[in-house]
Structure formats: C-alpha cells, structure tokens
C-alpha cells in the first residue's frame, strides 16, 4: 500500500473492495466449515475383517466386524482395529485437505494454518514432536499428572 492520502471517493472503494473480499472469506470459511461437518470417512482393513467409520472429528462412529474374526488372535484383532481407525483418519485429513482447498484455495495464510491444524489432530503429532506434560511443583500425588487416575 502506498503512503498518498486517498480522496473520499478512493477510500469508500478500497474499503468495499476490502469489505467485498472479508465478505468472501467469511461464506467460504461457513462453506469449509458445514462440509466439514458432514464428513465422514468408511474404511475396511485389506483382510475384510474390520470396517470402521470415522467423523469430522476423527471420532469413531461405527465398527463392523466379520465373521472371520474367529481365526484371529485377539491382540491381531486388536492391531487391526486400531490400524484401520488410523488408515480412516488418514483418509478423513486427505479428504479435508481437499475440502481447504476446494473452499479456501491453497495461498491463503489462513487456509495453510487450517490445513496444518486438521492434518495434525487427524494423522497426529510424531512421537518426537509430541510434548512431554509437565508435573506441577506442587502435585504430590501418585497420578503423574494424569487426568484419567480412574484406569
């Protein structure tokens, strides 16, 4: 922007156009954002033994297990499960980063900082990345600061 003073009638068009472009940010950040929430991603492991389906969130709404279950080991079952949770999440960020940048394109700051954000809660940090939770000084108690002390 250049430092002249502007007329009134060239300060009235900077701030429509101005006006005009937050305007468009607003309904396609609400556009994001509704279609956001009705995503969800289904995904089967590759043996067909688990079938999962995820939200928006990356919560888990439904698990369907087959028949075929019962020539598995519980602890296979259970990595399965898990495998495939993790394979739908991954499959949910793909899906929403296409989302950003079908809404919002891919050059805005605030589309980039969506973007990272969504792909890091949904594939989650790498263990190395992931801060440790720091111990108050004056938590004397045996639950290392853990929230879950129910377990």
Do not use: C, Y
Request: hydrophobic share 35%; net charge negative.
């Amino acid at each position: 922007m250049d430092d002249r003073v502007l007329n009134p009638d060239d300060a009235k068009e900077r701030i429509a156009a101005w006006k005009g472009r937050i305007d468009q940010l607003a309904a396609d950040t609400k556009t994001m954002s509704d279609r956001f929430q009705q995503l969800q991603v289904t995904r089967k492991d590759r043996d067909g033994l688990v079938e999962v389906t995820v939200d928006s969130s990356g919560s888990l709404l439904a698990l369907k297990l087959s028949r075929e279950i019962d020539r598995s080991s519980p602890d296979v079952l259970a990595a399965t499960i898990m495998s495939t949770i993790r394979d739908a999440k991954s499959d949910l960020a793909d899906r929403s980063q296409e989302i950003i940048a079908e809404t919002m394109g891919t050059e805005s700051p605030a589309a980039r900082a969506i973007a990272e954000r969504v792909g890091q809660h949904l594939r989650g940090q790498p263990a190395e990345q992931a801060a440790p939770r720091p111990r108050a000084r004056d938590d004397e108690d045996d639950d290392n600061n853990d929230p879950n002390i129910w377990r």
